[in-house]
């Protein structure tokens, strides 16, 4: 099992190592640049700003210094689009909200889609069944764009509960938090929550036709003790390993939802940076994703030998 | 599981975010079906009862994310409308465009011949951390921004002054010392500012309202350097002072305790809502939680809102052109009479009302019209005629629209641009029967394109920095890095020279305005509408009035709970 995390950082490493010099080398070929502005630059003034930023120098040169910044020093370097500010800041600023965001999400996901799935399991083939079922063919179609907008509309312009766009954060308390962000995770979850739904209804389908659970009801088990202990744990696993990539889809779908609640996580500037060429934020925030992805895979591999006692990576 | 496919696949990720919010930002700004329908419904019965923040003297107000805050640094509207309300300059913008304040300068004398000008400071402005602002402040400042090292974007804006061009273009260090010291501001002593001129400037005293020409704290600067304007170190001269900036939430003033008129403040603390789309911030408006949008409403709102003549929107002219330009070396387009013909072709009377939408006036000529009031007798341009275009177009040997060769209008991608793009494409077909493909691209691209003079046609627009027609004629001088048509007549460059070097303020606009007959005659670029700005301002906000330059400084503005 160690030498399996082992193996896996070390491939991770080097999977980020090609994304770095993939991407450094693809955004330097779109064209344009960080300082093209609709007022172009006189030639001088313009030569000394690249000449600050190294973009003067030849690009394997660039390459290097930037590479031996990340390496050493796990910096980015300012950013070229806001100056005052470096990209490991902005990076520090974007990540815990949308990470907030994203857990806020996973766990309204869990809790309509859990329950939702296990009734409808149970009950198969019902009108029970038939209408959770529908609702989570709802949830599934229904994008975010258009489910964002809708609630705004009803909850927080015309019976105003909650606030149309103004994330603030933990930092004014919990009541204001919720105020502003329950919506956006919501909007976020309810794919999620679906699509939960669906898998632990297969599950709960699968499961409970195994031939244990026959064994658990023939000792005489009462039905909730049957299904709490024996088939649920079953029947949640399509669920666990859906949820590393469900995180992960959270966190990077979680740029649309992030400009329509105007909310101050990574994803506006996963998308901004490269239109604004600002080089340095590209790269920080696709070594960042990445990194989330390659960790968030690893983390659900070996859970499922936690779960999964037929899954054995040594 | 292998590692190849899933390296390509977190690859791929970065395209498909960006190609999913491509679609789902124009269904969420532009056309958000929700916010249609409940919009006026609870905004037209919206009383100073529903206010969230129950303080009249905290004032809430949009604004984009600014790129920086150091106002010799800012060349872009949002860190302006900081700027503005943080920084005073010599002078400062007035509640209308009509009017400039006596900002750190309590008066000052402009000598005959319209060269120097000497500014006299007020003795109790001081900085933020209680520091008297002298004119030694001006002088440093000035020269930050033109010392090539400080790299400012704008610092162009400041090459009115003696000196300052080739201070601010040397490449050589060995020289810097020298050219520093020729440029043309001298502080006579603290309260004393004299300022040498190239050439008689009227609009000079503008300029000084402008956030480039704000004085910077040298105290601050040489103890933080590159980091002084982050909010925890920044010190400021105007009636507000940064205390937060919390990236892509807000930014917070509040009132300089050392601020030299203090008193008149209607605010304690201005809070800018940032927000990057303008979807978000008008449902804000909408919510109660702005009192001041500042333009950001989505495009399909305003159709509604024009038609239900929505009390709280506020539509006025806008100091800028929308233009579509030639690249005059490419034929067919180096033959003005095809130039000419393809202008007099589009009907520009109806893109205000049902293409863009805003109400905006067609566009005849190139500089705004807003400019007949301090005196500029704006020419006729052309008006629409497609028989004369058909005439033109003959003569210009394509008497059968077949032959004309298939061009692209290049523009970049934008809802507003495609449908200016589309109109205009139509109007061509139908009026002159010739066809050309639209070609939309990314901005940086476009840019691009425009730079290396790789269009046929092309989208631009400009906005005037100062109130007079200077600023949307020098434009189109042979020299000037930001004429992107190849164009380049000494007819006209003479003029706008001759216009520069002249005092009599009368001549000077004669002469300007001759440079603009030139510039019509020979059409390297056509204007197609004048900008208006519409802001949202809500009932319980006094003292909103039209700016030219959609300059609306926070400290005129007062909120009645």
């Known amino acids: 099992m160690v030498r399996f995390i082992i193996r896996r950082l070390i491939s991770s490493v080097l999977v980020l190592f090609v994304i770095i010099t993939a991407s450094f080398f693809v955004m330097k070929v779109a064209p344009g640049g960080p300082f093209d502005a609709d007022r172009k630059l006189p030639d001088e003034v313009k030569k000394n700003i690249e000449a600050k930023y190294h973009l003067d120098k030849p690009l394997w040169q660039q390459y290097g210094l930037q590479m031996k910044s990340i390496v050493l020093h796990g910096d980015f370097g300012p950013s070229m689009k806001y100056p005052d500010r470096t990209v490991n800041e902005i990076l520090a600023d974007g990540l815990p909200v949308s990470m907030l965001l994203g857990v806020q999400a996973l766990i309204i996901a869990l809790i309509i889609?859990?329950?939702?799935?296990?009734?409808?399991g149970l009950k198969q083939n019902t009108l029970t069944d038939y209408t959770v079922m529908t609702g989570a063919m709802a949830g599934v179609s229904v994008p975010n764009f258009v489910l964002g907008p809708l609630l705004i509309w009803i909850f927080?312009?015309?019976?105003?509960?909650?606030?149309?766009?103004?994330?603030?954060?933990?930092?004014?308390?919990?009541?204001?938090?919720?105020?502003?962000?329950?919506?956006?995770?919501?909007?976020?979850g309810m794919y999620f929550a679906a699509y939960i739904a669906r898998l632990t209804r297969g599950g709960m389908l699968e499961i409970i036709r195994q031939d244990y659970i026959g064994t658990a009801r023939a000792k005489g088990l009462a039905e909730k003790v049957v299904v709490m202990r024996h088939a649920l744990k079953g029947a949640i696993i399509p669920v666990v390993?859906?949820?590393?990539?469900?995180?992960?889809?959270?966190?990077?779908?979680?740029?649309?939802?992030?400009?329509?609640?105007?909310?101050?996580?990574?994803?506006?500037?996963?998308?901004?940076?490269?239109f604004n060429r600002d080089y340095p934020l590209v790269l920080g925030t696709i070594v960042l994703y990445s990194a989330l992805l390659v960790l968030l895979n690893l983390v659900v591999d070996v859970l499922y030998t936690v779960l999964d006692p037929r899954v054995s990576y040594d | 599981m292998s590692h190849m496919p899933r390296a390509a696949r977190l690859l791929a990720l970065s395209a498909l975010a960006a190609a999913a919010v491509a679609c789902s930002s124009k269904n969420s700004t532009d056309e958000?079906?929700?916010?249609?329908?409940?919009?006026?419904?609870?905004?037209?019965?919206?009383?100073?009862?529903?206010?969230?923040?129950?303080?009249?003297?905290?004032?809430?107000?949009?604004?984009g994310e600014p790129e920086y805050l150091d106002p010799g640094l800012i060349s872009e509207s949002e860190g302006?409308?900081?700027?503005?309300?943080?920084?005073?300059?010599?002078?400062?913008?007035?509640?209308?465009?009509?009017?400039?304040?006596?900002?750190?300068?309590?008066?000052?004398?402009?000598?005959?011949?319209?060269?120097?000008?000497?500014?006299?400071?007020?003795?109790?402005?001081?900085?933020?951390?209680?520091?008297?602002v002298t004119a030694k402040d001006f002088e440093w400042s000035w020269k930050r921004v033109l010392d090539p090292k400080t790299a400012s974007r704008y610092a162009g804006i400041l090459w009115v002054i003696e000196g300052a061009k080739d201070y601010n273009q040397n490449p050589d260090d060995a020289k810097a010392a020298a050219l520093r010291d020729a440029v043309g501001v001298t502080a006579l002593d603290d309260h004393t500012l004299q300022v040498e001129l190239v050439a008689p400037t009227p609009y000079f005293l503008q300029l000084t309202a402008f956030y480039t020409y704000a004085p910077a704290p040298r105290h601050v600067i040489e103890k933080h350097g590159d980091k002084w304007a982050r909010p925890e170190n920044i010190v400021s001269n105007g009636p507000w002072?940064?205390?937060?900036?919390?990236?892509?939430?807000?930014?917070?003033?509040?009132?300089?305790?050392?601020?030299?008129?203090?008193?008149?403040?209607?605010?304690?603390?201005?809070?800018?809502?940032?927000?990057?789309?303008?979807?978000?911030?008008?449902?804000?408006?909408?919510?109660?939680?702005?009192?001041?949008?500042?333009?950001?409403?989505?495009?399909?709102?305003?159709?509604?809102?024009?038609?239900?003549?929505?009390?709280?929107?506020?539509?006025?002219?806008?100091?800028?052109?929308?233009?579509?330009?030639?690249?005059?070396?490419k034929p067919p387009f180096d033959d003005v009479r095809v130039r000419k013909a393809l202008n007099l072709a589009i009907d520009k009377s109806k893109i205000g009302k049902f293409v863009v939408k805003g109400g905006q006036a067609p566009a005849a000529n190139i500089v705004h019209p807003g400019l007949k009031e301090m005196g500029y007798a704006v020419p006729q341009g052309p008006e629409f005629d497609p028989e004369k275009a058909k005439a033109l177009l003959a003569e210009a040997g394509y008497a059968d629209p077949k032959t004309f060769p298939r061009f692209q209008i290049s523009y970049n991608t934008l809802e507003g641009h495609k449908l200016v793009a589309e109109y205009i494409q139509q109007q061509w077909k139908k009026n002159l029967g010739i066809e050309c493909d639209l070609d939309n691209m990314e901005w940086k691209v476009l840019l691009k394109k425009q730079h290396d003079r790789d269009f046929a046609v092309s989208r631009s627009a400009w906005i005037g920095d100062y109130i007079d027609p200077m600023t949307f004629l020098d434009l189109w001088e042979g020299d000037n890095p930001n004429n992107r048509t190849n164009w380049a007549n000494p007819k006209y460059d003479g003029l706008i020279a001759a216009a520069r070097?002249?005092?009599?303020?009368?001549?000077?606009?004669?002469?300007?305005?001759?440079a603009e007959e030139v510039f019509l005659e020979e059409v390297p670029a056509f204007g197609i509408y004048f900008y208006v700005k519409q802001d949202l301002v809500k009932p319980w906000v006094e003292g909103y009035q039209p700016h030219l330059q959609g300059i609306h400084a926070s400290r005129y503005f007062k909120v009645k709970l």
Request: net charge neutral; no cysteine.
């Open chain 2, 501 to 514: 070097s002249e005092a009599d303020p009368d001549k000077r606009l004669d002469l300007l305005r001759q």
């Open chain 1, 113 to 120: 889609g859990l329950p939702a799935g296990l009734i409808s």
């Open chain 1, 156 to 188: 927080a312009i015309q019976f105003q509960w909650f606030d149309a766009a103004n994330w603030h954060g933990l930092s004014k308390g919990l009541g204001p938090h919720i105020a502003t962000s329950f919506l956006p995770s919501l909007t976020l």
């Open chain 1, 241 to 274: 390993s859906y949820l590393g990539p469900a995180f992960a889809a959270m966190l990077t779908g979680s740029v649309v939802i992030e400009k329509i609640f105007n909310i101050p996580g990574l994803g506006t500037h996963f998308v901004n940076s490269a």
């Open chain 2, 241 to 329: 002072k940064v205390v937060e900036w919390t990236s892509q939430q807000q930014i917070v003033a509040t009132a300089n305790p050392h601020y030299w008129d203090k008193a008149s403040l209607p605010f304690d603390k201005i809070v800018y809502r940032i927000t990057q789309e303008s979807g978000p911030a008008h449902n804000m408006y909408l919510g109660n939680e702005l009192d001041y949008l500042d333009s950001k409403i989505p495009p399909s709102m305003l159709t509604k809102y024009t038609r239900e003549r929505f009390p709280d929107m506020k539509t006025t002219p806008y100091l800028g052109v929308y233009f579509y330009m030639y690249n005059v070396k």
């Open chain 2, 32 to 63: 958000t079906p929700a916010g249609e329908k409940g919009a006026a419904a609870t905004a037209d019965g919206v009383t100073a009862a529903d206010r969230k923040e129950r303080d009249p003297r905290v004032f809430l107000r949009s604004l």
């Open chain 2, 80 to 132: 302006g409308i900081v700027a503005h309300d943080t920084f005073e300059g010599l002078y400062q913008y007035g509640p209308t465009h009509r009017e400039w304040v006596p900002g750190v300068a309590k008066s000052h004398e402009v000598s005959p011949d319209g060269r120097t000008w000497t500014f006299k400071l007020r003795a109790d402005s001081k900085w933020s951390d209680g520091t008297p």
